[in-house]
């Protein structure tokens, strides 16, 4: 399990059923030893205040699971975080079961129960957790997910290779909702292999519905003196061969994350990002360089100001008000220009 789930979890059930005093939890949770993360179920405090809000998540869900008497099943966003599978953002909802007997949906607080059907090669069992299977979660996923969370489980799977763009035709083909099935058959044909974050896929997203030309990702950059690096975006200008704007999408990872500093300080990252962007605006290809960040993507028309700012070129077909030919930017052009192309494996 990508999440994997602490065996520390500790249920006053299995206390009570072994003879021990459950109100030792309550002092050792007074004591600060232990927190409490759902109604009977404990975790060693300091081994929750390591955890990030998709493993908090996570543990409560198998707490719930661990509970009940009935075989929920994580499901969903829940499931997506056992399998590792990423999302925009953190957490928000209830965690996501669906119960395989006879049960109605229901939601109950923090939980939300779904009734449905499950095969045998539905369910698999990760670290004594019953979570729907990789094939299964990614379906109820791109049923479920807007459009742009939708690219990012499609850029991912793609890009690590676990499931492939026919696999994810085929199960979105087998739903019978037309518009969910609309809408994830427009985010499998719009993912790229290359996509290398959440943060990038909801660019391409946003830079598509403003209009602008279709970008290739991770291009390989040079100059005189050689390799110059890997940028996210490089938008080409249809009427000048070779010629666009390149765009760069600034994960707190590629500053902070210890794998991408390779043993240097934040300071050293920064003013070698600095050369290399100076390197990149030199190049008689580049038609303008543009940086975004989390903080960027979350203002409404921000990310199409700064490409813009750039010289980004919109498609031909794509006028002043962001509508092509066959209807709104976004679904009707997709199809006809699908993304394609190889990841570049072992980047940001």
């Given at each position: 399990?990508?999440?994997?789930v602490?065996?520390?979890?500790?249920?006053?059930?299995?206390?009570?059923?072994?003879?021990?005093?459950?109100?030792?939890?309550?002092?050792?949770?007074r004591?600060?030893?232990?927190?409490?993360?759902?109604?009977?179920?404990?975790?060693?405090?300091?081994?929750?205040?390591?955890?990030?809000?998709?493993?908090?998540?996570?543990?409560?869900?198998?707490?719930?699971?661990?509970?009940?008497?009935?075989?929920?099943?994580?499901?969903?966003?829940?499931?997506?975080?056992?399998?590792?599978?990423?999302?925009?953002?953190?957490?928000?909802?209830?965690?996501?079961?669906?119960?395989?007997?006879d049960?109605?949906?229901?939601?109950?607080?923090?939980?939300?129960?779904?009734?449905?059907?499950?095969?045998?090669e539905?369910?698999?069992?990760?670290?004594?957790?019953?979570?729907?299977?990789?094939?299964?979660?990614?379906?109820?996923?791109?049923?479920?997910?807007?459009?742009?969370q939708?690219?990012?489980?499609?850029?991912?799977?793609?890009?690590?290779?676990?499931?492939?763009r026919?696999?994810?035709?085929?199960?979105?083909?087998?739903?019978?909702?037309?518009?969910?099935?609309?809408?994830?058959?427009?985010?499998?044909?719009?993912?790229?292999?290359?996509?290398?974050?959440?943060?990038?896929?909801?660019?391409?997203?946003?830079?598509?519905?403003?209009?602008?030309?279709?970008?290739?990702?991770?291009?390989?950059?040079?100059?005189?003196?050689?390799?110059?690096?890997?940028?996210?975006?490089?938008?080409?200008?249809?009427?000048?061969?070779?010629?666009?704007?390149?765009?760069?999408?600034?994960?707190?990872?590629?500053?902070?994350?210890?794998a991408?500093?390779?043993?240097?300080?934040?300071?050293?990252?920064?003013?070698?990002?600095?050369?290399?962007?100076?390197?990149?605006?030199?190049?008689?290809?580049?038609?303008?360089?543009?940086?975004?960040?989390?903080?960027?993507?979350?203002?409404?028309?921000?990310?199409?100001?700064?490409?813009?700012?750039?010289?980004?070129?919109?498609?031909?077909?794509?006028?002043?008000?962001?509508?092509?030919?066959?209807?709104?930017?976004?679904?009707?052009?997709?199809?006809?220009?699908?993304?394609?192309?190889?990841?570049?494996?072992?980047?940001?």
């Amino acid at each position: 399990m990508d999440a994997a789930v602490t065996p520390n979890l500790v249920l006053s059930a299995q206390l009570t059923a072994s003879g021990q005093d459950d109100r030792a939890l309550a002092r050792a949770c007074r004591a600060g030893s232990l927190t409490r993360i759902a109604p009977g179920a404990y975790v060693p405090s300091l081994e929750w205040s390591t955890f990030d809000p998709r493993q908090q998540h996570l543990h409560r869900a198998v707490a719930v699971q661990r509970k009940r008497q009935r075989d929920l099943v994580l499901s969903h966003e829940t499931a997506a975080i056992a399998w590792g599978l990423p999302a925009w953002g953190w957490p928000r909802g209830p965690a996501d079961f669906i119960d395989p007997g006879d049960g109605a949906p229901r939601s109950e607080g923090t939980v939300r129960i779904r009734a449905a059907s499950l095969v045998q090669e539905d369910v698999v069992d990760l670290d004594g957790v019953l979570v729907t299977s990789m094939h299964r979660t990614a379906l109820d996923l791109l049923m479920t997910r807007g459009r742009e969370q939708a690219v990012v489980l499609v850029d991912d799977v793609l890009h690590r290779g676990r499931l492939d763009r026919a696999e994810l035709a085929d199960l979105v083909a087998s739903r019978p909702n037309a518009r969910a099935r609309r809408r994830a058959a427009w985010a499998v044909a719009f993912g790229d292999d290359r996509a290398e974050s959440p943060g990038e896929s909801i660019s391409r997203v946003s830079a598509h519905d403003s209009g602008f030309v279709a970008p290739v990702l991770q291009k390989a950059c040079r100059d005189a003196d050689g390799l110059i690096g890997y940028v996210d975006f490089f938008f080409p200008d249809p009427a000048r061969p070779g010629r666009g704007s390149l765009g760069e999408f600034d994960g707190d990872v590629k500053y902070l994350g210890g794998a991408h500093r390779t043993g240097r300080t934040p300071e050293e990252v920064v003013h070698d990002e600095k050369l290399r962007e100076d390197r990149l605006r030199a190049m008689p290809t580049t038609a303008g360089l543009a940086r975004w960040t989390r903080r960027d993507l979350v203002r409404p028309g921000r990310l199409a100001q700064l490409l813009r700012a750039a010289g980004t070129v919109r498609r031909p077909w794509v006028t002043r008000k962001g509508r092509s030919a066959g209807g709104p930017a976004g679904r009707s052009s997709l199809s006809r220009h699908p993304p394609t192309g190889t990841r570049r494996p072992g980047q940001r």
